[in-house]
């Protein structure tokens, strides 16, 4: 664990963290606090947000979205590996489909939210797909590139020693793979929560997305606000524990 943290160099992010908050906090002083809250006044909305009785749905808004999020950045993940992989490996699935990833990659989440909007309406699916559609290209894109640099002197070495399909697979493709895998999985994440939120505020019936533009509709900054500290910071910690997950599985390089 300490060889992760000296490798992330966390203590340096947590100086930046601290920076960041100070100069938050000196222009807040530039603005009112209904257009820029200070750090105080954030913690304050947020606490309210999350313990006041009137807003007793924080809880159940929070789950629906990480609910949400980890079905979208599952499957995102899944498809996006598979197909990446095939791309990177058959010549014949490059062809046919790269011209199908870049158009996915060039439409703006916020017109897939909208197209599903009006087909679907207002549902829990809109969220789920638009993460899907949007997130799948991108994890396709990372997977595809990371293919190609896989080292063909090891298969040529396996194929010498007679290695089974299921030995290649294991030993010899899914180690290579996994060096790609994890960094498509952390910025991913954070894609897919970005796409998730428009998704929100603008599809769906709850969840955090939901909650913001209910307060931007009030003009209430701070609670606005509020609603998005928790979940960001559940965003970061999850991403860092991807990054340790990948510290750990990858110490055989």
Known sequence: MYSYVQARNLEKKAVVAVV???????????????????????????????????????????????????????????????????????????????????????????????ALIIALGISEWVPVLTVVIVGVPFVILNMWEGTQELDPEITEMADFFGATRLQRYRDILLPQVLQYLFPSMYWGLVVSWKVLFIAEVFGAGSGVGYMVNYWFQQQRVDLLLGWIVIPVILIIVGQEGLRAAEHRLMRWR
């Open 20 to 114: 960041l908050l100070a100069a938050w906090q000196l222009g807040s002083q530039f603005f009112p606090s209904y257009v820029l809250p200070g750090v105080v006044e954030l913690l304050t909305a947020t606490q309210t947000v999350i313990v006041d009785p009137q807003f007793g749905t924080y809880q159940s808004n929070i789950l629906d979205t990480f609910q949400r999020l980890l079905a979208g950045f599952v499957i995102s993940v899944v498809v996006g590996t598979v197909v990446g992989t095939a791309m990177g490996l058959r010549k014949e699935a490059e062809a046919f489909l790269r011209a199908w990833i870049v158009i996915g990659l060039s439409v703006p989440s916020i017109a897939v939210a909208f």
